[in-house]
C-alpha cells in the first residue's frame, strides 16, 4: 500500500488507498466515496461513475467482512 504502509493490509485499508490516489489524482477533496456521491465532490460523469463503482465495492467488501 502506498500511502497507509505503517498500517497492517486489509482489503479496507487497500481501498482507502486506492481512493486517496483517486483524490490525489483528480484534485478532489478527500473524503468518503459516498459523501462525494451525495456533495457532488467530483468535476465530471466519469469521476462520478468511478466513485459509484466504488462504492459498490466497498459495500461488497463490507459485507464480506461482516459475513466471516
Given at each position: 500500500m502506498k500511502h497507509f504502509k505503517e498500517r497492517e493490509f486489509s482489503l479496507f485499508n487497500y481501498m482507502c488507498d486506492i481512493l486517496y490516489n483517486f483524490y490525489t489524482t483528480n484534485n478532489l477533496e478527500h473524503c468518503c466515496a459516498l459523501e462525494s456521491l451525495m456533495g457532488g465532490n467530483y468535476n465530471n460523469e466519469q469521476q462520478k461513475e468511478w466513485l459509484k463503482r466504488f462504492s459498490d465495492?466497498?459495500?461488497?467488501?463490507?459485507?464480506?467482512?461482516?459475513?466471516?
Open positions: 465495492v466497498w459495500e461488497r467488501v463490507e459485507q464480506r467482512s461482516i459475513t466471516r
